[in-house]
């Protein structure tokens, strides 16, 4: 019905014209931005449009791939540890036992505070030779002395990685947990009463049933490790030096720190395509199912 | 077999037993080293509190006034949520409900917007905003946070939506209702769940939120919550102790309402992930 | 009370899918036609063009002397009660009850007054302020009775209402039902894909096949005159056995014999036949003997696989020599077991013969 289609446009116009503004816009901006050469520091230079030539300096930039590689390093171990633990919470959590509310609960609180007050949390933890991971760690014997974490690179890292899994773990139990609960029961049951151990109805019942929402976790995950600010913001400031720094934190240090205005919107547009390209196959692969599932 | 079956779930417990206690873990450590002087902090520390001192926390409240960001926060997030859960109702009853051609196309569009990466348009917002004059003040939060809320709610929401059986909104149409008052007097009371839901993920994400906080705020005045932790500043050391005072105080009203709300936070994190 | 007409109506969605083609009906006032027909056969749609719930792409829908077909359903003034009920939860039985009339704005002493009589009438008085997830699923069903009933409505529509109830609570609200409709005199659609729930109910019946009318009668004509196969095939219970072979005169008069894989008999066909027929009799009209004297025409030799006792008779299910499965009807005290040789004879009364091609009757 013709009445219907207005409607329905009258009706998701300002929530559409919202995001429109205010991030389509930006974007496009942005993007402008990009072209020109704009240093807020140097504003006898003006604003002229130089082309893809900041793009040519990103190719150039050493520490930008650097960048790209802390980034994808993180994604990949956060991620890896996610799913594996994630997975296992989320069977413990599929049978009912006592205090399992509890466990839910628990598990959500890391989800919801700020990541700021995680990374604060954690840092706090392993700070100084005082902290009580080096007591923890020394007492138990795994350290032979209390080192200064956030000196070196690879201790560095630990910290994050061990405060992101901490805080999004639940995130990806809950996932995967939505998932478990749509396989039939029943599956299970059959394969039992054929004969079948519990690994071999894990790994040819469950896993493959849960491969959607292990993909959709995933690719929700990849983009948030891509993303990730807040908490290296906080947690090392991209240090030692800038041997943690992820692409958004190079990015703002360009922005607003530097004043790289013109720079800093080309960091931007990168970032912004490689999550777009991710977040494109995510629509691709399961967007079929957008609109018309219900009939 | 039943002793083998004992023991899987032995291990299985005992391992779901570490993972509690290393969730548990930091915010008992911060809880016990909110109560201990600065001093002691990093000397010898112990599981165990020793000393328990209130001073952090007054402190946090009397000279660093952490009252305003806690307001600051509180607006920002209330009203932003406000101002998505109605907005975004309309349009997801839309998308759930009528049928109009690139509807499709909208739904990919709100999926792709909360995958944008805030970085990307932190710079044009912050040149809009002050051309607009709103650097450091509620609208010039309120504003960029829809970025994320408003794709988030819309999503969410007409995820819930679809839940809800059509037959009962065709039956009030039957029954001569026209579709204002099936929407109102069917759709919206059996929603109020999900609107609750939906509300209660917004007002998180909008109070977690740190990097536009960060760069559209000048000063202790309009800082949110997680911009005044982070920027802590102590006279000669970082301080420690009011910081995880700090902490303590903004994760002890999210636990509670975590505890109370687990249920429905599950349930709409599912409902608008594994929907889509 | 009104009637209900279609003329030439027609539903086809936007992905190409027919659900009506080239449809015509009309239910007469006071009628309760049923639509009848397996999945996916159009029925649901139909009455839910009927409702307005969906809008056609062709043709015209009257109700009374109304032409309805671009209105809304707010505006058609019928009432209808879905296959899960749809009683609002958040509502309580009386609410549920009451929704239409507090829609249309009718003075509370008008509800009260109505709501009262119609619970009383159909038992739920005693449960008017429980809310529908305290019923059991036969008082939801009721309660979804009542809401239409209340309306006093231009026509009742029933989209399968009684598929979710279990077999006995079935029959009794179908009872129920004629005994409803009898006394409100109104005019019914009903949706089923149950065909006995169909005969047993209906005034006359609207046989469809994917979206397209094979016949519409009453339950007697459809049973003994079918149009088709196919509403041969799908109106009584056991099915209609068909049999594939060719008509030809084989004799110096008029008449016509059947020649199949086993059966050879005499069809009362006056006219030319085309040489591939189906011909079909219903388990009813085929008599088993023991013995395996198969003598003559009309009769064939088989042997029984399974006997199905029903109480009131038996169901046997045989295989002829050439192959071919049968089923037929025997008196309950007849001698009949597995494995059995026994002769089955074919009632002349019962042929009907249908051709191959267009399925179409013959004879």
């Known amino acids: 019905m013709k009445s219907e289609s207005r409607l329905g446009w009258m009706l998701v116009a300002p929530a559409l014209g919202v995001i429109a503004l205010i991030a389509i816009f930006p974007l496009g901006w942005t993007f402008w931005e990009s072209l020109h050469l704009h240093e807020l520091r140097m504003p006898w230079l003006g604003k002229p449009f130089i082309g893809v030539d900041n793009y040519v300096e990103i190719a150039r930039d050493p520490r930008f791939w650097a960048a790209l590689g802390h980034t994808a390093f993180f994604t990949f171990v956060s991620i890896s540890l996610e799913l594996v633990i994630g997975l296992f919470l989320a069977l413990a959590m599929n049978r009912a036992f006592r205090g399992r509310g509890f466990v839910r609960a628990a598990v959500l609180v890391p989800w919801a505070i700020p990541t700021v007050v995680a990374a604060l949390l954690w840092r706090f933890i392993f700070e100084s030779q005082g902290g009580i991971a080096n007591e923890l760690l020394v007492s138990v014997g795994i350290l032979d002395q209390p080192i200064v974490w956030f000196i070196k690179t690879w201790t560095a890292w630990i910290p994050v990685i061990l405060a992101d899994v901490w805080k999004t773990t639940p995130f990806v139990a809950l996932l995967l947990l939505a998932g478990l609960q749509n396989i039939d029961l029943t599956l299970y049951e059959a394969a039992a009463v054929d004969g079948a151990n519990p690994w071999w109805q894990l790994r040819h019942i469950t896993l493959p049933l849960l491969k959607p929402a292990i993909l959709v976790t995933l690719i929700f995950r990849t983009l948030d490790g891509f993303r990730v600010f807040d908490l290296i913001y906080v947690l090392t400031g991209g ?57 | ?79 932003t949520t406000f101002f998505c859960l109605t907005v975004g109702t309309l349009a997801a009853y839309a998308l759930a409900r009528l049928e109009f051609r690139g509807k499709a196309a909208i739904m990919a569009f709100i999926l792709a917007v909360t995958m944008f990466p805030q970085i990307s348009i932190v710079s044009p917002l912050y040149l809009l905003l002050r051309s607009l004059r709103l650097i450091d003040t509620y609208p010039g939060l309120i504003m960029p946070y829809m970025t994320f809320a408003m794709p988030l709610t819309v999503w969410v929401l007409t995820g819930s939506i679809r839940q809800i059986p059509r037959d009962l909104e065709e039956a009030a149409h039957v029954d001569g209702a026209s579709r204002r008052q099936s929407f109102t007097k069917i759709l919206l009371p059996l929603a109020v769940p999900s609107l609750a839901t939906t509300g209660i ?38 301080p420690w102790g009011q910081i995880l005072a700090a902490a303590v105080v903004a994760t002890a009203p999210v636990a509670v309402m975590v505890l109370l709300f687990q249920r429905r936070i599950v349930q709409g994190l599912t409902a608008g992930a594994v929907k889509g | 009370m009104a009637r209900i007409s279609l003329e030439h109506v027609e539903k086809v969605y936007p992905n190409g899918y027919v659900a009506a083609r080239d449809l015509s009906l009309e239910v007469a006032d006071g009628e309760l036609l049923v639509l009848v027909g397996p999945s996916g056969s159009g029925k649901s749609t139909i009455l839910r063009l009927m409702a307005g719930l969906e809008s056609v792409t062709g043709g015209t829908i009257r109700i009374g002397e109304r032409d309805v077909t671009d209105l809304p359903p707010q505006q058609r003034d019928i009432a209808m009660v879905f296959q899960n009920y749809a009683l609002y939860p958040h509502m309580t039985v009386r609410q549920n009850l009451a929704f239409g009339l507090t829609i249309r704005k009718q003075p509370v002493s008008v509800i009260d007054q109505r709501v009262l009589a119609v619970a009383a009438s159909l038992g739920l008085d005693v449960l ?146 085309p040489d591939k027929v189906f011909l079909g009799v219903r388990p009813q009209h085929l008599e088993v003997f023991g013995g395996a004297n198969a003598g003559g025409d009309g009769t064939l030799r088989a042997e029984v696989g399974v006997v199905e006792p029903m109480g009131n008779e038996q169901i046997v299910y045989v295989t002829l020599s050439g192959g071919d499965r049968l089923v037929a009807v025997a008196p309950p005290d007849q001698q009949v077991t597995p494995g059995d040789v026994v002769s089955i004879r074919v009632r002349p009364e019962g042929i009907h013969v249908f051709d191959a091609g267009t399925g179409a009757r013959l004879g």
């Open chain 1, 239 to 295: 240090g030692p030096g800038t041997t943690t720094e992820p692409v958004a934190l190079y990015t703002f240090n360009a922005l607003l720190q530097n004043l790289r205005f013109g720079y800093g919107s080309a960091l931007s547009v990168v970032i912004f395509s490689i999550t777009f390209g991710i977040a494109l196959l995510y629509v691709k692969g399961l967007g079929v199912k957008l609109a018309g599932e219900e009939r």
């Open chain 2, 1 to 79: 077999m039943k002793a083998r079956a004992g023991w899987g779930q032995w291990a299985m417990g005992g391992v779901l037993v570490a993972l509690m206690v290393f969730t548990l873990f930091p915010f008992y450590w911060a809880l016990v080293s909110s109560f201990t002087p600065d001093a002691a902090l990093f000397r010898d520390p112990s599981l165990w509190p020793k000393d328990i001192i209130l001073d952090h926390y007054r402190a946090l409240f009397d000279e660093r006034d952490f009252f305003t960001p806690i307001r600051n926060s509180l607006i920002v997030a209330g009203t």
């Open chain 3, 128 to 273: 008017l302020d429980r809310k529908p997830a305290q019923l059991s699923g036969g008082q939801r069903q009721r309660v979804a009775l009542g809401r239409a009933i209340v309306r006093e409505p231009l026509a009742f529509l029933f989209d399968e209402p009684l598929s979710n109830l279990d077999a006995q609570l079935r029959v009794e609200t179908r009872v129920e039902l004629s005994r409803l409709h009898r006394k409100l005199g109104a005019t019914m659609v009903y949706v089923t894909h149950d065909q006995s729930e169909a005969l047993t109910l209906g005034d006359r019946i609207a046989v469809l096949k994917e979206g397209v009318l094979q016949q519409i009668a009453t339950p007697m004509q459809l049973y003994h005159h079918p149009a088709n196969k196919f509403v041969a095939g799908f109106i009584g219970s056991p099915s209609m056995n068909f049999l594939d072979g060719v008509v030809r005169r084989e004799g110096p008069g008029a008449e016509r014999t059947f020649r199949g894989k086993d059966l050879t008999i005499d069809v009362p066909l006056r006219t030319e036949a």
């Open chain 2, 201 to 238: 993920l917004t007002f998180i994400y909008c109070w977690n939120e740190f990097l536009f906080a960060l760069s559209f705020t000048l000063g202790p005045e309009r800082q949110t919550v997680p911009v005044a932790i982070a920027l802590f500043r102590g006279q000669y050391q970082v």
